[in-house]
């Protein structure tokens, strides 16, 4: 346990330096996020530092390495992965940067990337056997066989794309993805799982705890999708090669109520010719405009996550 403890607080300090150190290196760049024109109540967080994800991103990575005890091809691949998707949020990053609009990668090219990133996690799985799913309030596990590369393919691409819309507004993604990646530890941990995981996830979450001293309302600097997608990444990573990819919809539950608000307002927008369900998509948006400030909105997400954490690692282990 201390070992865990001690990454967490490494974790923590080299991301505080870290963040600390790429807001004026971000700022002498330009840059600055660009404010979608329809978000209204965004407009004064125009030329706010973006691409913060890489400070807090690769401090958790550097921290990890340093602490696992053995470096093990999962715990590589896991690594290897959320940075695969780190680069792919930095693209798009780059790409608004260059346009000067909220315009990055086109959706095809971000998806693409994505889907051929989760392939070839999904094949990892099926040779390294990582066919086992542990049921969450069950303790039980069962086997999926051939169906982990299906599963692993939609784990990756639904979990990345439900953390990065749930990156919209100050503290959210980066204050649900903390009790989330302290789930996953714990979890791992008491299952006697593969340890280099639960190490990462800790890190990631010492990480994170440091970036949201600059995150928070009003924001210093954003992730940007460069540390959504990242995050997205290891979210999706560790929780299937440990065997909890079930978990991800059971503790992260915020971050499916992201993508299912857009879907619904998107087919009932279609279907009804301009009626919305919400005022707003993501459901977070809605919120706000029903006079929610985003730190009570940002709060609730955390203590959701953080109660349904609580509740899997007390009944399902």
Not at 8 to 34: D, E
Not at 53 to 75: D, P
Not at 249 to 267: E, R
């Amino acid at each position: 346990m201390k070992l865990y403890i001690g990454c967490v607080i490494a974790a923590f300090f080299v991301s505080l330096l870290f963040c600390a150190l790429s807001i004026p290196i971000l700022r002498r760049f330009k840059a600055g996020q660009n404010i979608l024109s329809y978000v209204k109540e965004h407009k004064k967080k125009s030329g706010t530092p973006t691409m913060g994800g890489l400070a807090f991103i690769t401090a958790a990575v550097l921290t990890a390495i340093l602490f696992v005890r053995s470096i093990e091809r999962t715990f590589l691949l896991a690594v290897a992965i959320g940075l695969s998707y780190m680069v792919i949020g930095l693209l798009d990053d780059l790409m608004k940067k260059k346009h000067r609009q909220n315009l990055g990668l086109k959706a095809w090219q971000k998806f693409s990337f994505q889907l051929i990133v989760a392939i070839f996690a999904g094949i990892y799985c099926k040779r390294a056997d990582l066919t086992v799913l542990n049921i969450p309030f069950a303790k039980t596990s069962m086997s999926i066989g051939g169906w982990i590369l299906p599963l692993s393919v939609f784990v990756f691409v639904a979990t990345v794309n439900a953390v990065n819309l749930t990156d919209g507004l100050d503290g959210l993604a980066a204050g649900a993805c903390v009790p989330y990646f302290a789930t996953l530890g714990v979890l791992i941990v008491l299952q006697k799982g593969n340890t280099t995981l639960a190490t990462l996830s800790m890190c990631l979450m010492g990480a994170l705890i440091a970036y949201l001293l600059f995150n928070a309302p009003p924001a210093s600097v954003f992730m940007g999708d460069t540390g959504s997608l990242a995050l997205g990444g290891f979210a999706a990573a560790i929780a299937l090669f440990s065997g909890n990819a079930l978990y991800i919809v059971a503790v992260g539950i915020v971050f499916v109520f992201s993508v299912i608000s857009v879907i619904v307002q998107v087919i009932y927008y279609k279907a009804t010719k301009g009626k919305r369900v919400f005022l707003m998509a993501p459901i977070h948006h809605h919120f706000q405009m029903k006079g929610y400030s985003e730190s009570k909105i940002s709060y609730a997400y955390f203590v959701i996550t953080l109660v349904l954490g609580l509740l899997c690692v007390t009944i399902s282990v």
